[in-house]
């Protein structure tokens, strides 16, 4: 079955670097995501990888997928006290006419310290 | 413009009671979802529903039923409520695979407290 794990926090220096892990066990997964809730707030997308892609970018965002051991990281470089949230991992399965559904890990509080 | 919305925003009521949340996503997406997020927040899939196929996750009770009046609305009814049913609920769309994306896109939640 699938299952994804996180890390439940991490603590962070503004201006520093934040990583953030996750691991999945279905090999079979086609896409996997990052996304951010703040507090009260609904889930954001903050970015999506394609199993057979190693590398994502987008401004401060870098997203590395190692399919071997089924590893993926969410790099924010220069980290800022709004980038203060829940960051979620979560892999996609597609079947059929849709997908049924993404399977999330736990997700991991990132704290921001000044 | 809100791509996907819910309401209520809010729901409190007592246990046993039967009460709905509704979802319209204006997207033109063929598919929909049902998210429950709990009190840890920890989240996680309850139905995913197509005009073909709804894929039940085997942990929900079939006390929880989903209604799809039409392809924009999924609305979630929720039978003889129990103080476990407290939580967030996210509703959720996305496009069918080979349409240029795939991102879910997700609703603002509904907090449902039981009491």
């Known amino acids: 079955g699938e299952d994804v794990e996180q890390s439940l926090f991490l603590s962070v220096r503004e201006g520093d670097s934040s990583v953030i892990n996750c691991t999945y066990t279905?090999?079979?997964?086609?896409?996997l995501y990052w996304y951010k809730q703040e507090p009260g707030a609904g889930l954001q997308l903050l970015t999506y990888?394609?199993?057979?892609?190693d590398m994502k970018q987008d401004q401060r965002l870098t997203v590395l997928l190692n399919k071997k051991d089924k590893h993926l990281s969410l790099r924010i470089a220069d980290t800022q006290t709004g980038d203060s949230a829940i960051y979620f991992c979560?892999?996609?399965?597609?079947?059929?006419?849709?997908?049924?559904?993404?399977?999330f890990g736990k997700g991991t509080h990132l704290i921001i310290q000044p | 413009d809100t791509a996907v919305s819910q309401t209520p925003k809010y729901l409190v009521t007592q246990m046993g009671n039967d009460k709905s949340i509704k979802c319209e996503q204006n997207?033109?997406?063929?598919?929909m979802y049902w998210y429950k997020q709990d009190s840890k927040k920890f989240l996680k899939i309850m139905f995913s529903?197509?005009?073909?196929?709804?894929?039940i996750n085997e942990t929900v009770p079939n006390r929880f039923s989903p209604k799809s009046p039409d392809k924009a609305h999924l609305n979630l009814h929720i039978n003889s409520l129990e103080l476990g049913d407290s939580a967030v609920y996210f509703c959720?769309?996305?496009?069918?695979?080979?349409?240029?994306?795939?991102?879910?896109?997700f609703g603002p939640g509904t907090r449902l407290t039981v009491t």
């Open positions: 529903y197509n005009n073909k196929e709804l894929i």
């Open positions: 990888i394609f199993s057979n892609m």
């Open positions: 959720a769309s996305s496009p069918p695979p080979g349409q240029g994306t795939y991102e879910q896109y």
């Open positions: 997207l033109g997406h063929d598919t």
């Open positions: 279905d090999s079979s997964s086609t896409y």
């Open positions: 979560a892999e996609a399965m597609y079947s059929g006419g849709g997908a049924d559904g993404l399977t």
